[in-house]
């Protein structure tokens, strides 16, 4: 059993091998192979927008889907070059090359395998936790954002045109002004909107072909035959070559350059992938360690450092691509990046042919499917609380960033903790006629209280911010009780603990309620609870005879002592 737990822990995807229903393998087959044409040019992209050779943006995709399928514990994210780290990719690495591409190249390898480190790490360290902070209105919030943020990126490539801006609003304003003023190129955008009716009707058919690769290989056939390859741009040819080790000339002194942006992108890459990996597991009802997940990451990223790739992360264009084609396991990623390595040796050229507006109807029908606005006026409805933080986080990933709106939200997530356990649920509770035990007043304003006798319940553990608050509300059932109070029971089952304000602020209130002549007690308190109270010196105050186990224990022993 220790052994099968350890093999799950590191090596999941071969848990999922020896699981593997046939069912299974066509899903899969159709996914990779949809997913490939969206992986080689984002591939060469992003390894272009960060200044290094088209190859190395292919080798930083194929060998982390390679590795990443081993060692992965979600089972269809997808993994690559990511937009947020190119452009830090490029302003660590380039500096340092001095011009030179092959010194350029083996920067970015030790660039990814320092990350990689760093992660690799921090899971074994379990500082996965960071996942446990993601809470659903982060998730809901974050990919609409990221839904947003993609679908204008892909407009203007969708229509033949191309525009520059510094943010979303910036490069929304820019497409329309572009637009207005005729930029649009209508074979282009003939493409690009025929390529999402093709995704669409197969979509909306349910079709077993993937409408992705009907729309990618129909238009590649179709620019051919037409002779397009100059009139429209192209995706382009692959570069030649495989994956091979590219670290030549390196030194001690580039790793101490590196670490510092090592680790800043590694916060970067885990951030987005521990929103992306945890939200699609739900979505199929499945869970994801974080630490696991972040060990995963790092394995991948040393890889692809060692293998000729760079930094990278999961993917928040491609996955949703493989999960909108059906999508069943890791075998997936496998599948597209050996059909990279295919195309690479056998038809380099063919991609010379795919319209950039086609890739961008992909990715537009891709995107559109991490849109839940349904959700986000349900949880409106549900909580103001938790919807603020969904809009907080769509807001800060769409116009400020995807890191910066992860913060954003988190930080509003832990005030919104302190704001609860600030202002918990409280109750006076007393007696029910026709109810057993004892019951909230406010709830059951029909029921009475026990005469002399005061019952508080405080539904939070006692900290620093609620201590006062706590200590004025029992004061409060104090004075206002309609008749002589002679002993106040806290039912302390909700206490789950305290800190040394809480308990300097016990010590006020049971001051103050023996001058009165009050007794103050405990019923139903933890014990770890108690342990503290003796931690923080104050066992020898509240002795055993202040604890009772239950309420009905204190309550007796209430009536006991008034009737001798």
Do not use: C
Not at 197 to 219: D, E, T, Y
Not at 281 to 291: C, H, M, P
Not at 524 to 530: A, L, N
């Amino acid at each position: 059993m220790a052994r099968q737990s350890s093999l799950r822990s590191w090596l999941p995807g071969v848990e999922v091998a020896r699981r593997y229903e046939r069912s299974w393998l066509r899903p899969d087959l159709t996914a990779g192979v949809a997913l490939t044409a969206l992986l080689i040019p984002a591939g060469m992209g992003y390894a272009e927008a960060a200044g290094l050779p088209p190859e190395t943006g292919l080798y930083a995709t194929i060998v982390p889907l390679l590795v990443y399928a081993l060692v992965g514990p979600s089972k269809i994210l997808v993994l690559g070059p990511d937009s947020s780290l190119a452009p830090i990719i490029g302003a660590a690495v380039l500096p340092l090359a001095a011009g030179d591409p092959d010194r350029a190249v083996a920067l970015a390898g030790l660039l990814a395998i320092l990350m990689g480190l760093i992660l690799v790490a921090g899971g074994l360290l379990n500082l996965g936790f960071v996942t446990d902070l993601l809470s659903k209105p982060i998730r809901l919030g974050y990919l609409n954002g990221i839904a947003l943020v993609v679908v204008v990126s892909q407009i203007p490539k969708l229509l033949g045109f191309s525009v520059d801006g510094v943010n979303l609003i910036d490069e929304a304003r820019n497409t329309v002004v572009a637009i207005a003023d005729g930029e649009i190129d209508p074979t282009a955008a003939a493409f690009g909107i025929g390529g999402i009716a093709v995704i669409l009707a197969f979509k909306l058919m349910h079709s077993r072909i993937p409408g992705v690769l009907v729309a990618v290989v129909g238009a590649i056939v179709l620019a051919y035959v037409l002779g397009l390859k100059d009139d429209l741009p192209m995706v382009g040819a692959l570069p030649q070559g495989l994956p091979a080790p590219a670290l030549g000339g390196l030194t001690w002194s580039d790793v101490a350059d590196l670490i510092v942006p090592a680790a800043g992108i590694a916060l970067i890459a885990f951030a987005d992938t521990g929103v992306l990996s945890r939200t699609f597991a739900a979505r199929r009802g499945e869970s994801v360690n974080g630490s696991i997940e972040m060990r995963a990451i790092g394995t991948a990223n040393v890889a692809s450092g060692l293998l000729g790739g760079f930094p990278m992360s999961a993917s928040s264009s491609r996955t949703p691509v493989a999960e909108q084609n059906g999508a069943k396991t890791q075998l997936v990623g496998v599948v597209g990046a050996l059909a990279i390595v295919l195309f690479i040796l056998v038809a380099p050229g063919v991609t010379g042919y795919l319209p950039s507006a086609v890739l961008a109807s992909v990715v537009i029908v891709a995107a559109t499917s991490l849109v839940d606005v349904r959700g986000m006026v349900a949880m409106w409805r549900m909580s103001k609380v938790e919807a603020s933080l969904a809009i907080a986080a769509f807001l800060g990933v769409a116009l400020v960033g995807v890191l910066e709106g992860i913060v954003v939200a988190i930080a509003l997530s832990f005030v919104a903790v302190v704001v609860h356990a600030w202002q918990p649920y409280r109750a006076e509770l007393v007696v029910v006629p026709g109810l057993d035990g004892y019951h909230d007043l406010a709830r059951h304003p029909e029921g009475h209280r026990i005469p002399g006798l005061v019952i508080a319940r405080f539904d939070a553990q006692l900290f620093f911010a609620n201590g006062a608050l706590f200590d004025d509300y029992v004061r409060g059932l104090f004075t206002d009780a309609p008749d002589p109070v002679r002993w106040v029971v806290i039912a302390s089952e909700p206490l789950t603990g305290l800190d040394t304000t809480a308990v300097d602020e016990l010590v006020e209130l049971d001051q103050y309620l023996d001058s009165h002549g009050v007794r103050l007690v405990f019923a139903e308190m933890k014990g770890p609870v108690k342990d503290r109270l003796i931690l923080f010196g104050v066992g020898d105050r509240f002795g055993h005879d202040r604890f009772y186990p239950t309420l009905d224990a204190a309550v007796e022993a209430f009536e006991a002592g008034r009737s001798g």
